[in-house]
């Protein structure tokens, strides 16, 4: 039975880990002793956590540096990495910040400034941090690089290996993969050796099927209307097809949103949070959304045409029957002759069914309103222009009685204001302890966060 601290147990629990399933049970007690690992597994296996959980475990929170390092092939990856650890790491008050491409340097710089011990990072943007100087690796221990194949296939390989070479020597390194290319075998060879390998790939529970069709619109229209659906994407190819496909959904009256790389990041985030929150049950995506995105139960992925490799194909699919649920995968053909290439995609047997109803409502986990529970938070309307540092709000709750740093989280010092993680349910009274007291010799105000 792995052993964890009582505040990973703690925001495991709230998270709803209340067992650990294979991967998670095989790597997780690899980290803890900082084995350099390769780990083969599905889309949807529960990697991410199988990582954060003993990578949070071992940070030490009074390191003011970045001790962990996560490469990440896509910003929404990225984010979910940053929220994965922020949600494990909640009671350890570890702090997690994501740095990827189209967002204003000044936020991340600003994020890398203050105590920061888990970066996720596209190679990119994080390339750009090193030149500049805005980032220091010099005290990282443990490098992930997830979502390898996708990676390297989009052609970071090389800014890849510029990063590791960047990293300190002899530090601890695990890559996740869904699949096993050599391009990959040739990064393990030169910068893991020696490491633990597990191929825990399994068998996802997904059916495959497929529809024979001239008219992928109309096959489109009557997949969605017969299928017994709980939340369904659908995968373009290019951006074109994904606004095409919007405005028949539209025609039709079926509420979706969408996602591709020509839309702003701030309305793909919102998007997203539409469909993982079940307010939108659909969701056109083109494959920028087919890796890195973590949705419970989508019940359905529906390919707009045939996938142009294999992988994608994988990792497309990799969206419905995540973590021991059920899910279906459904491609739009235009003969059977495609058929012996979906085959060569699977390995399994298609089968052709008639898909339901898209009425089934399904109900979404809120892991933010879930430790909005446990975790209150604090405003001050003070930040850097007044001086103030992290270190001083501490010190001033701190000093109230009642109150100790077991009931202080994560600080957010911004320029002209600050957000303080509290808990144990003592927001209210750190409030009004504060009313007659001043932080760094200066009146501020202290108020709960809206």
């Known amino acids: 039975m792995i052993k964890l601290s009582k505040e990973i147990e703690k925001a495991l629990q709230i998270m709803g880990y209340h067992t650990l399933n294979e991967v998670q049970e095989q790597v997780i007690p690899l980290f803890l002793e900082r084995k350099n690992i390769v780990v083969q597994s599905n889309t949807g296996s529960g990697k991410t956590a199988a990582y954060a959980i003993p990578l949070c475990e071992m940070i030490d929170w009074e390191n003011l540096n970045v001790q962990v390092l996560v490469l990440t092939c896509t910003r929404e990856l990225s984010v979910q990495v940053k929220e994965e650890f922020s949600h494990i790491g909640k009671?350890?008050?570890i702090k997690s910040t994501a740095i990827y491409g189209k967002e204003k340097m000044s936020y991340q710089v600003n994020a890398l400034q203050q105590k920061c011990h888990v970066v996720s990072a596209t190679p990119g943007r994080l390339i750009d941090h090193i030149n500049r100087g805005t980032i220091d690796l010099s005290h990282v221990n443990y490098v992930v690089i997830d979502e390898a194949d996708y990676m390297l296939d989009l052609g970071f390989n090389e800014q890849v290996k510029e990063i590791l070479s960047y990293l300190p020597q002899n530090i601890n390194k695990a890559l996740f993969s869904a699949t096993?290319?050599?391009?990959?075998?040739?990064?393990?060879?030169?910068?893991?050796a020696p490491y633990e390998y597990l191929n825990l790939?399994?068998?996802?529970?997904?059916?495959?099927?497929?529809?024979?069709?001239?008219?992928?619109?109309?096959?489109?229209?009557?997949t969605l209307d017969g299928c017994n659906a709980q939340s369904v994407i659908i995968f373009c190819e290019r951006k074109d097809e994904v606004d095409d496909v919007c405005l028949t959904l539209k025609d039709q009256g079926f509420r979706h949103v969408k996602i591709h790389g020509d839309i702003f990041q701030e309305k793909r985030f919102e998007n997203l949070q539409k469909f993982k929150t079940g307010q939108v049950r659909i969701l056109v995506a083109s494959d920028v959304a087919a890796r890195g995105i973590d949705i419970d139960?989508?019940?359905?992925?529906?390919?707009?045409?045939?996938?142009?490799?294999?992988?994608?194909?994988?990792?497309?699919?990799?969206?419905?029957?995540?973590?021991?649920?059920?899910?279906?995968?459904?491609?739009?053909?235009?003969?059977?002759?495609?058929?012996?290439?979906?085959?060569d995609y699977t390995w399994e047997k298609f089968v052709e069914e008639k898909t339901s109803d898209l009425n089934t409502r399904v109900e979404k986990k809120n892991i933010g309103?879930?430790?909005?529970?446990?975790?209150?938070?604090?405003?001050?309307?003070?930040?850097?222009?007044?001086g103030i540092r992290t270190l001083d709000i501490i010190g001033a709750f701190g000093s109230i009685d009642g109150v100790n740093q077991d009931d202080i989280g994560v600080v957010e010092v911004l320029n002209k204001i600050s957000y303080i993680e509290i808990f144990n349910g003592k927001a209210k009274y750190i409030v009004d302890q504060m009313k007659d007291k001043t932080i760094k010799k200066k009146k501020v105000r202290v108020e709960i966060a809206k």
């Open 91 to 93: 009671f350890k008050k």
């Open 180 to 192: 096993y290319p050599e391009k990959i075998q040739d990064l393990i060879e030169t910068y893991f």
């Open 201 to 222: 790939s399994g068998q996802l529970k997904i059916k495959h099927m497929f529809v024979e069709t001239n008219d992928a619109d109309e096959a489109l229209i009557d």
């Open 297 to 343: 139960k989508v019940s359905h992925v529906i390919h707009y045409g045939l996938p142009s490799n294999k992988f994608d194909y994988v990792h497309r699919s990799g969206r419905t029957g995540r973590i021991n649920e059920e899910g279906n995968s459904i491609v739009l053909i235009k003969d059977r002759k495609q058929l012996q290439i979906l085959k």
């Open 369 to 386: 309103k879930q430790f909005s529970e446990a975790v209150e938070k604090i405003y001050l309307n003070a930040g850097k222009e007044k």
